[in-house]
Each structure stands twice: as C-alpha cells, then as structure tokens.
C-alpha cells in the first residue's frame, strides 16, 4: 500500500539521520483517514499547519513558529526544518508538500551548547534573533517542491518546484517525489552526504505535460523500490 510505503521511507530517513548525528528533533510520520477513501501521510492530524506554508515568502518569525509549534518532520542539526506530507487515493499520490527551509542563522558552538543544559531550541534561537534584530528579515534559500493534481492548469504544472519562497515560480518537474528521493537530493547537495537506507527511492508516473517537458524543467527516471542489501 502506498501510503503505508511513503510512512515507511520517511520514517526510515529519520533513523539515517539520526545514525549521521543530522538530527535535532523530529515528529514520527503517519496515516490520517480522510473521506472518500483518501489517506493524509504527515505528522499530525491538525489542518491549520498548512495556513503556515501558504504565505509565500515567510519571514523568520514564520520560522519560529514552525519550530515552536513543532510543525516539522525534522528539525536538521543545524536549525534547518524539513516536512514532508502527502496525500494518496486508490493506490496514487493526489498532492504532496516537501519543503527544506534553511535555518535563517548561524550559530556558535557556546549557543548550541545550551541544549545539553536543558535549553530548548527554540529559547537558543528566539535569543540569538532578538539579539541581532533579524525577526522582521525575509527568508531566502527554501526548496518547496508540490504536487496537486487538482489544481494543474497552464503555467501550474502537477508537480512543480517553488525556490525561495517565490510563490508564483513553479519549475516543471517530470513527476510526483518520493520521500527518498527528496531527502537524497538535500543532503547531497546541502550536506555533502548520500542517503543510505534499506530501500532505494520510488519513482512515480509521469504528470509533466508535453509543453512543459520542452521548456527547461527538473527530470528524473523512473526506477522500481527495491531493498538495499546491507544497509
């Protein structure tokens, strides 16, 4: 079953992660029944998580409510936020949401130290903000890659790839994302490290349409699941 395949693999990711010391915090992925027979894989129950990744551009105070609320699949080791929820009916992906939003700072060692002590992440960073007057600053730098394809429609591919926050940019891209393949790609070329996990990432069938397959567009081949022997 789809759905319990996409829980899987982000889920999985979270114990690569956590073996690589990338992970700070995380929220355990799973299947929420909705009508109709359709199925929400996410991290929570709660619709009003979705008003925060609508705005377009968001400013760090977006960042921090993000992490206070914990509206997150995982919260990186250094400050980064991923999340990742999709939607399946009958056996295929109708909608998903991956976004990587960058950490909008860096810190020093003596900051993230503080978390040892019993600080939280989000007091290190509501300090270190306010400290350097950056609450009211634009964020730069976020991947957003959606799939909908109830709302495709010219110049609104199916699958599309938002880049800093731009909402009105969306780059063709061939197909629906698999989790795998979404958290490979960040961390190759944000982390320097590849993914390596007991099954390789799923492909799913094409929903570019021809126009958009001649202009320039994001590709990637299809390739079936399979179990990565030793890992």
Known sequence: MIANELARDINEIKQFLDRQDLLMDWNLSKIVKLDKGKRRITWTEDDAFILVFNSGCMKVEDYLQIVRERCFSYLLCDGALVQM?????????????????????????????????????????????????????????QIRIDCDYAAAKPGHPVTHVHLSGFSSCRIPVTAPISPLLFMGFILRHFYKTELVTRYKPTCYPSSIEPKERNSLHLHHEEQRAEAVPGA
Do not use: Q, W
């Not at 990587?100 to 007091?123: N, R, T, V």
């Not at 960073?125 to 634009?138: D, N, Q, V």
């Open 85 to 141: 929820t999709y939607a399946v009916r009958y056996g295929s992906i109708t909608n998903h949401r991956l976004l990587y939003l960058p950490c909008p700072c860096d810190f020093a060692e003596e900051e993230m130290e503080g978390l040892s002590e019993g600080e939280s992440f989000d007091d290190v960073i509501t300090g270190h903000l306010e400290r350097s007057a950056l609450k009211e600053a634009r964020m730069a730098g």
